[in-house]
């Protein structure tokens, strides 16, 4: 499988150089260059499999001659044996074709483990490989830290140094970071805030000396491998419910657009579905684009959803350059313009393909609080400022009733606690494998926001090839 960028001026890559890439040379995202796909038959052969073998057919593809079958499945097993529910992503049903996906159960207890655990591994296989290693680093507000922590920690290959905005993460969240002892992990609390972080960040990928000495890499969300891990689950939960002889519905709480994307990519691939929900918080840019297709940024406010608190959606460049016929050239003129005036309007024809089979919809946080506590008690679940919004959405946008719906649960109510606890009255406990997190140790650096402390930190704490 060769990648092409969304931009149309990068070079075309092979899997393993994407993986490691991230972003195009052009500053446009790797999209495959033709979707493979999977007849009826195909998608019948995937019912009696289990999670990480139906993983194993939808990413086989992507990866084809760059990682074999025999690694891919190692990676796969060993990724998902380590979640903490038989089934990986049970489905639970709330009420006639009204379903919810958990993709909860994993490390970190949000669906971004389904993706990164997997690209972890991939990472230090394909370095292994070529004989390379690299250094991550990265700013995190508290939530995404974690799970890229949890994904390269005793990676061989890999040194990781995550940097948070001291006393301003949860307690949960830095727990989740820093009780993690391994010695390619490093934990640093920068006196300052999250931007602080960012621009601590930045500065080390702009000294290029720095970046070549280190090797210095990222595992940010446009990394092409986590859409593919992704789309795993649209293909499992469509198999559970009657696909291919039945379509299926997504509702999706979004941000970045990269979980509804990976649905997207799962219809091109073949498998039928009828509608995607894409749900927003009060930083609503997607749920505004699907209604008036017009795309405008405002500021960003805190949500009870944080994890979904956006400006730009950045993967939504990947479904544009489809819409626009990939016409590679003019995705990136919109996409400068867009940059520079903030505002970005789709041409009727492009809008009207785009709303065949997306809707979107926003809850506030009144609205979000009062559908955790309603579901509570119509159906018994407890679930989380994000995944509320997918089951909202999802039931407020259906647009045939007799199609199943299923809402992704993007996270389990304990890793936002205090919103669940407002909500319902109720505190959620965490799962069994964290229930001893408050009493674990940690490893953490307090560090001056300062980029030569930085540098003096990642070069004297890396490991030596
Ligand atoms: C990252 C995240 C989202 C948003 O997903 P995107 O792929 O960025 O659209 C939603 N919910 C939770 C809990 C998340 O961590």
């Not at 986590?226 to 689950?233: D, E, L, P, S, V």
Request: one cysteine or more; hydrophobic letters at 40%.
């Amino acid at each position: 499988m060769r990648y092409v960028s969304t931009r149309g001026s990068a070079p075309v890559l092979q899997f393993d150089e994407v993986l490691l890439a991230g972003l195009a040379r052009d500053g446009g995202l790797y999209v495959p260059e033709t979707w493979p796909t999977f007849s009826k038959d195909d998608i019948r052969a995937l019912r009696t499999l289990t999670y990480a073998e139906v993983a194993f057919k939808v990413i086989q593809p992507f990866v084809a001659g760059t990682v074999d079958d025999g690694a891919l499945k190692a990676i796969l097993e060993d990724t998902y044996n380590g979640f903490d529910h038989e089934a990986v992503a049970p489905l639970k049903q709330l009420g006639a074709n009204d379903w919810v996906m958990e993709l909860f159960h994993g490390p970190t207890l949000a669906f971004k483990d389904y993706a990164l655990q997997v690209v972890g591994r991939l990472f230090d296989h394909v370095l292994a490989k070529r004989g390379e290693r690299i250094t991550i680093v990265g700013a995190t507000s508290g939530d995404t830290g974690s799970a890229a922590i949890e994904a390269c920690r005793d990676r061989e290959n890999i040194d990781i140094f995550i940097l948070h905005p001291k006393g301003r993460v949860s307690e949960v969240q830095r727990r989740q970071m820093t009780t993690i002892l391994s010695d390619n992990v490093h934990n640093i609390a920068v006196e300052g805030s999250f931007d602080d972080c960012q621009d601590l960040v930045k500065a080390l990928f702009n000294d290029h000396g720095f970046r070549d000495e280190v090797g210095l890499s990222a595992v940010n969300s446009i990394n092409w491998a986590r859409i593919m891990c992704q789309i795993a689950y649209y293909f499992w939960a469509g198999v559970q419910l009657g696909s291919p002889e039945r379509e299926i519905s997504f509702s999706v709480p979004s941000g970045n657009f990269g979980n509804v994307y990976a649905g997207y990519a799962a219809m091109q691939m073949g498998l039928p579905i009828k509608q995607f929900v894409v749900g927003a918080n009060r930083n609503d840019i997607l749920a505004r684009f699907f209604e008036t297709g017009v795309m405008k940024m405002e500021g960003v406010e805190p949500s009870l959803s944080p994890s979904m608190d956006i400006q730009v959606s950045s993967n939504f460049e990947r479904l544009m350059f489809d819409l626009y016929d990939r016409d590679g050239l003019a995705i990136a003129e919109m996409l400068t313009k867009f940059r520079e005036t903030g505002v970005m309007e789709m041409s009727q024809g492009q809008f009207a393909r785009a709303r065949e089979h997306f809707d979107g919809y926003r809850l506030d946080d009144d609205a979000t609080k009062a559908a955790i506590k309603d579901i509570l008690e119509t159906s018994g679940e407890l679930v989380d400022p994000h995944s509320v919004i997918g089951i909202v959405s999802g039931r407020e946008c259906n647009r045939d009733k007799s199609v199943p719906m299923v809402a992704l649960a993007t996270a389990h109510p304990a890793k936002f606690p205090d919103a669940v606890k407002q909500a319902s009255g109720i505190y959620p406990d965490l799962p069994p494998r964290l229930s001893d997190l408050y009493d674990r140790p940690e490893k953490v650096e307090a560090m001056s926001n300062d980029v030569a402390t930085l540098m003096a930190h990642v070069r004297k704490n890396r490991r030596a090839a």
